[in-house]
Nanobody
Framework: QVQLVESGGGLVQAGGSLGLSCAAS????????MGWFRQAPGKEREFVAS????????YYSDSVKGRFTISRDNAKNNVHLQMNSLKSEDTAVYYC???????????????WGQGIQVTVSS
């Protein structure tokens, strides 16, 4: 089992920055690819970013590419999502997830955090 806990969400003005962290525990977390997804009210949960177990490969959705950066610190079992130039459409509940494969597909992620709210005011 892998347990994931997100932190760092909150309210920010459009154009501002916010960092999310995901603390992981349980099985050898450093061997998992990690991802961030988000779900806005009335919408499906969508892919945001993912990172390989080594941190050498990353994927981003087109909507956040160039604004968000995913990183990980395996020594601390932590994954970080730095969000810059935030827009109102980034408002959503953000979820951290773990997968045995580096993927953009929600179905490939086996473990999920509880989610954390990010609200961007315009």
């Amino acid at each position: 089992q892998v347990q994931l806990v997100e932190s760092g969400g909150g309210l920010v003005q459009a154009g501002g920055s916010l960092g999310l962290s995901c603390a992981a525990s349980g099985r050898t977390v450093s061997s998992y690819a990690m991802g961030w997804f988000r779900q806005a009210p009335g919408k499906e949960r969508e892919f945001v970013a993912s990172i390989s177990w080594s941190g050498h490969r990353t994927y981003y959705s087109d909507s956040v590419k160039g604004r968000f950066t995913i990183s990980r610190d395996n020594a601390k079992n932590n994954v970080h999502l730095q969000m810059n130039s935030l827009k109102s459409e980034d408002t959503a509940v953000y979820y951290c997830a773990a997968s045995t494969n580096l993927s953009v597909r929600r179905a490939e992620y086996n473990y999920w955090g509880q989610g954390i709210q990010v609200t961007v005011s315009s």
